[in-house]
């Protein structure tokens, strides 16, 4: 497959502290590929350097070949890269349709200051329903964002990426807070999204990283310690004994 983002190198350092230590990951087109470790490993301070967030202090990172590693989090937006929370607020006295439409209007480049002629412009509304008929959201359409369950508000800030017509997806930890079945359903959701984006997911919850992964990549203290299929890390035993535990199946 060919490689869509690639992080090389990668160096961050809070004082004396190294978050992220000589990182090399990549992306393959249509990939699900995980992060994993325990806190403190440096995994949202990765996912906060490829969204442009934060800026390495050392390495590279590229899109479709490009570097980008100076290039700011909107610019990243516009060239494909999109995270479940790049919109970063959600107007939760809008409704769950209008929120998206914003978001299809920034994926166009505009500015959300233009909001009263956006929320007539029928042509946005296409977009946006469709953006919620992938996450499984189109029946909340009409309510107001506020009155969202959890999970329906994780489903709401992915089509609100995904709005933004990404080819890149970089999602931290999307099932915090969860219940058993709301995981259940996105894991079905982000299953149906897999090979029509390429995705990055830091994940706590190992059963929806295995459901999922193409490959996982392992970190502890800022570094790759393992990489590779669910079938070669589950068999890893410096793996399963630190994060996985013994006897994972």
């Not at 100076?70 to 479940?84: N, Q």
């Not at 349709?97 to 042509?123: C, I, K, T, Y």
Request: hydrophobic content about 45%; proline content about 3%; aromatic content about 4%.
């Amino acid at each position: 497959m060919a490689e869509i983002l690639a992080a090389s190198r990668l160096v961050k350092r809070y004082g004396a502290l190294k978050v992220t230590d000589g990182l090399c990951m990549t992306l393959e087109q249509g990939e699900l590929h995980a992060v994993i470790g325990p806190n403190g490993a440096g995994k949202t301070t990765l996912i906060h350097q490829l969204a442009g967030e934060i800026a390495p202090d050392a390495g590279t990172i590229s899109l479709r070949g490009r570097d980008i590693t100076r290039t700011p989090v909107h610019r990243r937006a516009l060239a494909g890269i999109g995270r479940s929370y790049q919109i970063t607020s959600v107007f939760r006295e809008f409704s769950v349709l209008e929120n998206v439409m914003l978001a299809v209007q920034a994926g166009q480049g505009h500015s959300f200051r233009f909001w009263r002629p956006v929320s007539r412009d029928a042509g946005l509304a296409g977009p946006a329903r469709a953006a919620l008929g992938r996450v499984g959201l189109g029946y909340a359409a009409g309510r107001a964002a506020g009155a969202l369950a959890h999970g329906e508000m994780r489903q709401l800030e992915i089509a609100m990426a995904l709005a933004m017509r990404p080819e890149v997806l970089l999602l931290d930890e999307p099932m915090a807070g969860m219940s058993r079945q709301e995981s259940a359903g996105l894991v079905d959701m982000l299953r149906e999204l897999k090979g029509t984006y390429s995705i990055v997911l830091v994940e706590h919850d190992m059963d929806a990283v295995f459901a999922l992964a193409d490959r996982i990549t392992v970190l502890s203290y800022g570094r790759v310690i393992a990489c590779g299929t669910p079938d070669r890390i589950r068999g890893n035993e410096d793996v399963r004994v630190a994060y996985l535990g013994e006897g994972h199946d």
